[in-house]
């Protein structure tokens, strides 16, 4: 490790430390615009200058470019440093508008902070400035190229980190121009870091325009709950709502950046439908009140028909200290449940990964930025996790290669391949390229079990000569990967999959590489809710038992199954069926306008909570602000109303686990105390696996990555086997697949005006032959014959989709809920084209 000498103070840094890093290390803050850490070294600004007194080299250098080394004397405030670093900033300085005060980036801009730690302050050129014409790119970032001082910065992330290539530069020297070929929106999905990477204010956030500086926000850590991820981000809140969120950095999870649907999907906290008060019978009443009547009447309830006549569910977008406050509530009182999935198949298939994810398996997002090889099983990155498909774009920079399976028309930012298969061969096509590349002969500390279920994987001759062609290329390629990472996929998978994708990840770390398995999971807490989901109590358990009279009271906790349910016609019928529908939920929903009795929560940002990720990783974040309505709500964009009291306006919601609380109020032994440090102790007592989760207060930055199971399930099960023979489409018949989109499927997200305007108009993909066969052009029309009647839809006809099924997103806009059970298959005769 070199050591060197920066302004008489001697440090030590790993061989490839730029001096910039090295200085930012003692402390000394460098001056810099296109210098990143995630980008690195350009040197195209040029005011990072210091001076090299003693070393390799000598005089003026750019401290970004230049490696520290043994022997180096380095000097930042050496007179013809100091001087060089003016004159560049002056020269930077010569067509800015010196709009600060208008400019929304005024108060963080790095160019101010360098303009006035550089002493420059008085105009010396007199000419005309250099002007440019802005564009607009969108809904979500401000174009001013006026104020670009071309540090490059922007096209290096848009083009380079990520990928995407509609945005980068045009022109040449003083005209250099940033942005598009002509206005449009951004196709990126990671946009928004345009303006927070931008040193200047050449892109501002355009939703949050206007509406404040950074020192009037209440900005609070906190942790993104928009997929599985658990990225970290900066909630900035004012005037009782949050108005801006940025990316904050996370070692462990997202680094530097997020995705736009985690940075804008914030609006629903504050929207203006957002249900506030307690209901009961429709009526607005006080919250203790509310809180009185349904505990009369679930105890009248119990009374009548006894404990198993009341059931709970609650979602993976609540807290750990909702969920599990749920769970010790359905303990205590004999209450059927808790489920947390509505979708059962979906249950089962997050529980057996939280089961599988053993610790020397599991990887975090920013380590899978290290791998040489991965190998995506059942998964649509950018659709269901924009910031996997970042990290995957990483891995794939530094020379790793990349290969998907899945039926979908994957479309990525990089080059990767694409194995579109059957869901139905999806499990065999991904074993025969692990048998593929791992020689048996090399495997140590194989067990037997292994080694059979490796002489089980099914000879390549099975699949098409076109597909074995694929699978041989693919297998080549990763033969000689060090650092393999299976990621896996829990939406569209069969039940054997996520079990299976970790059986293939012991047989690569059998062959002594660093293999690695990262799970996605449908929600934000989905690992948790599998903990502690039971083996009874299943969501299709509570409905049949609504539907034939034994359950009826439910009791459901920021949960919409009108939402989420694929027959919402029976879920109706069943709603309706019950004597008695308590909701505690902080949206706007259709279960919520059916409630007998409705309990507002609070939001992330209102509440706080603990979060796991789908890695395990235990994550918390504080409380943003104390709530209430927005003051543009409440005043009707003038002075709010002069009338002074100890309330909040529309501050009436608590968090979801103290509402429960409330609700078993002196039920609960004294020793049960119902704070959030007690439910996190029981939950302790309750499963092993909790045991190692400290004080909320406690949790490091990037939290802890829990501790595996002390009895992980079965390994190398051969059921997948007897289940792909089982699964076989019906001869005439497409499959029915049901998939996220990046932007409309997504529950809190389809809140955000801004992201409502990203959404693509809903259609059913199809593979072009397909097509053909059904006489379909893309963009026609067709109605699809389901279960609970005909839906009428585009088509968006494909060539990167597998044959024989139908892709239908889960959109907010598509009355996709008619189907009976899943998994659905549609005649070819059922889908028929509309005439215009």
Sequence with gaps: MPKLVIDDREIEVPAGTKVIEAAERLGIMIPRFCYHPALGSVGACRVCA????????????????????????????????????????????????????????????????????????IRRYLGMKRTYRDQNLGPLVQHEMNRCIHCYRCARFYQEFTGYRDLGVMQLGNRTFFGRYQDGTLESPFTGNLSDICPTGVYTDKPSRFFGRRWDYQRIPSLCIHCS??????????????????????????????????????????????PRQALVGGKEVPYDQAIREAREKLGELIKNTGPGAVACVSSERSSLETQAMLKRICQKKGWQGPSYFVDGAMAQKVKSASSRLESDLAVSLRELESADSILVVGADPINEAPMLALAMRQAQRSGGKIAVIDPRPVSLPFEFHHLQVTPNEVNLCASLLVKAVVDLGAATDLEQSGIEFYQEIPKLETVAPSLQDQISKVAQEFKESARPIIVCGTETVRQTTPALAADQALLLQATNRQAGLFYLMPGANSFSASLLAGEDGSFTEILEGIENGTIKGLVLVENDPLLHFHDRQRMELALAKLE??????????????????????????????????????????????????????????????????????????????????????????????????????????????????????????????????????????????????????????????????????????????????????????????????????????????????????????????????????????LEWQRIESLPKYVSYEDVKKVSS
Excluded at 245 to 262: K, L, M, T
Excluded at 649 to 659: K, L, M, S, T
Excluded at 756 to 775: F, G, I, N, S, T
Aim: net charge negative.
């Design 229 to 274: 991820l658990g990225c970290h981000t900066v909630a900035s809140g004012r005037y009782r709502e949050v108005v801006r969120q940025e990316a904050r950095y996370s070692e462990a999870v997202n680094g530097y950046f997020i995705c736009d649907r985690g940075r804008y999907g914030f609006f629903y906290a504050s929207n203006e439908g957002r």
């Design 580 to 813: 008695l529908l308590v909701v505690l939920d902080y949206l706007n929903s259709s279960t919520e306008q059916r409630a007998h009795i409705f309990l507002p929560t609070s939001t992330l940002c209102e509440a706080g909570g603990v979060f796991i990720n789908q890695e395990g990783r235990v994550q918390a974040t504080p409380r943003a602000y104390l709530g209430g309505t927005p003051i543009a709500q409440v005043s009707g964009g003038n002075h709010p109303p002069r009338i002074y009291g100890s309330e909040i306006p529309g501050g009436e919601p608590r968090a979801g686990w103290q509402v429960l609380a409330e609700l078993v109020h002196g039920e609960l032994q004294p020793d049960e105390d119902a704070t959030r440090s007690s439910v996190l102790k029981w939950l302790s007592e309750l499963d092993p696996a909790f045991a190692d989760i400290p004080a909320i207060d406690e949790l490091p930055d990037d939290g802890i990555r829990m501790s595996s199971a002390e009895e992980p399930s079965p390994r190398f099960a051969l059921d997948w086997l007897s289940e792909m023979e089982k699964d076989q489409s019906p001869d005439d018949h497409l499959e029915l697949i049901l998939a996220s989109r990046t932007f409309g499927t997504e529950e809190l997200s389809q809140y955000s005006p801004p992201l409502r305007k990203l959404e693509k108009e809903p259609a059913v993909l199809m593979h072009a032959d397909d097509a053909a066969r059904l006489d379909l052009s893309d963009s026609d029309k067709v109605a699809i014959l389901l279960d609970r009647g005909a839906l009428e839809v585009s088509v968006s006809v494909k060539e990167n989709i597998a044959s024989g099924i139908i892709v239908m997103p889960r959109h907010r806009l």
């Design 50 to 121: 210091v001076k090299f007194l003693e070393g390799p080299f000598k005089g003026v250098q750019m401290s970004c470019m230049i490696d520290a080394k043994d022997g180096m004397v380095v000097s930042t405030t050496d007179e013809e440093a100091v001087d060089f670093r003016q004159y560049v900033i002056e020269w930077l300085m010569l067509n800015h508008p010196h709009d600060c005060p208008v400019c929304d980036e005024g108060g963080h801009c790095l160019l101010q902070d360098m303009t006035v730690s550089g002493g420059h302050g």
